[in-house]
């Protein structure tokens, strides 16, 4: 390493800090260093690290990971941000039930809450409360290895600094592994449809799980009107590298309202297989989320199983067909977003297409719902 001392300041009286440069034969001699300790762990078994956090049986998140939770706005993402913050805190003393989530008790974890978007008079620490009153604690504690900042008040070009920097203290100020909440991530950066900016917060984290014992939490909004689209360049490069992304929203009825039930999905399991879906709801009574009960879960089911409804059925298909389509996979898509059968999903395009209903496209317009065949494959698409 070197230093490139910056001048004097025109009155001579201070100076800038000088920058230091790491130089060429150093970053050669950092990268074959890890390839030295590649060839090392490639001669010798290897052993998987055990997950830090469990939602009954099913491995959930892993050590030195990057992880996500994504959904629409309103839907309780940092709820559940919540109670897997406060499972990691969990003290010996408390029954509380957290979603059935529990983490390795051979470990021990900071947790450290990063917000982007609660104010600092009550929304953020209301929450911050929730998680120590959930995990065993008074809201006068102030337990150890729970740490909690805000960059809701710095200037976007500032917060990937103040991250990193932030970053650097708790790993000093706490020795041992580093759990770290970023609500949301998208506020993290200057411009999350960047590329530059995207890949420079990524790259950042994933040095980060590879030098330090530190797993990262993401929560990420959707778009507007998309299915599991995350928001932005970021978010398509975020679930690239995350090992678990989990999805929250809530489910819907009959006639695509939502409904009090909250499906948590998961999208993807990097170090497991993908498991099933678990349903929760929001209880004034705990503040929170807790496990659907059956009966719930029930009626929401006899009611999505009912006939599909047309208005709702050329909704969606507005909204699917955006480009030509193939019929398996529209009618897995249709099939999939109103709980039907297969043979429902049938009848009800080819009775769109008999009766040349309208199907809406935004805007006030409306196209036509067409098939094809092409190499023998049943194509349906819009047309004016």
């Known amino acids: 390493m070197f230093d490139i001392p910056a001048p004097p300041s025109k009155n001579g009286e201070t100076r800038l800090p000088a920058v230091t440069l790491e130089s060429p034969q150093n970053k050669l001699a950092r990268l074959l260093a890890s390839q030295q300790q590649i060839k090392e762990n490639k001669g010798k078994p290897i052993s998987f690290s055990q997950p830090i956090l469990w939602q009954k049986e099913n491995p959930v998140f892993f050590p030195k990971t990057i992880n996500v939770i ?49 104010n600092l008079s009550d929304q953020l620490p209301y929450s911050l409360q929730q998680i120590q009153l959930k995990a065993g604690y008074t809201i006068q504690d102030h337990p150890y290895g729970f740490d909690y900042i805000s960059l809701l008040e ?3 070009e500032e917060r990937f600094e103040m991250l990193n920097m932030y970053l650097d203290y708790i790993r000093q100020k706490f020795p041992m592994h580093l759990f770290i909440v970023l609500d949301v991530i998208t ?8 590329t530059k900016d995207s890949m420079k917060l990524i790259d950042m984290m994933n040095q980060t799980i590879n030098r330090y014992d530190v797993t990262f939490l993401c929560l990420i909004h959707e778009n507007p009107g998309s299915t599991d689209k995350a928001r932005g360049h970021l978010g398509t490069e975020i679930l690239n590298k995350a090992s678990t992304v989990i999805q929250i929203g809530f489910e819907k009825d009959a ?23 678990f349903y929760v709801q929001y209880s004034d009574t705990e503040k929170g989320l807790i496990i659907a009960d059956h009966s719930t879960i029930q009626e929401s089911m006899d009611s999505r199983s009912q006939k599909a409804s047309l208005d709702s059925t050329l909704e969606l298909i507005g909204a699917i067909l955006t480009e030509p389509m193939p019929r398996k996979e529209l009618i897995e898509k249709l099939c999939s977003e109103m709980s039907c059968k297969e043979r429902t999903i049938e009848a009800r395009l080819k009775s769109i297409i008999t009766h040349s209903f309208a199907i809406p496209v935004g805007e006030g317009k409306a196209k036509s719902l067409c098939k094809k065949t092409e190499n023998r494959e049943i194509i349906y698409y819009l047309t004016d």
């Open 255 to 277: 006639e695509n309202h939502n409904t009090n039930l909250i499906k948590v999905a998961y999208l993807k399991c990097r170090s497991s297989k993908k498991h099933d879906p």
């Open 154 to 156: 710095f200037a976007r």
């Open 187 to 194: 506020d993290c950066v200057f411009n999350f449809n960047d």
């Open 70 to 118: 994504q959904g629409k706005a309103g839907v309780h993402k940092s709820r559940l941000a919540e109670t897997i913050c406060a499972s990691l805190l969990k003290t010996p003393e408390s029954n509380r039930d957290l979603l059935d989530f529990k983490r390795s008790i051979l470990s021990r974890y900071a947790v450290c809450y990063v917000d982007t978007e609660r």
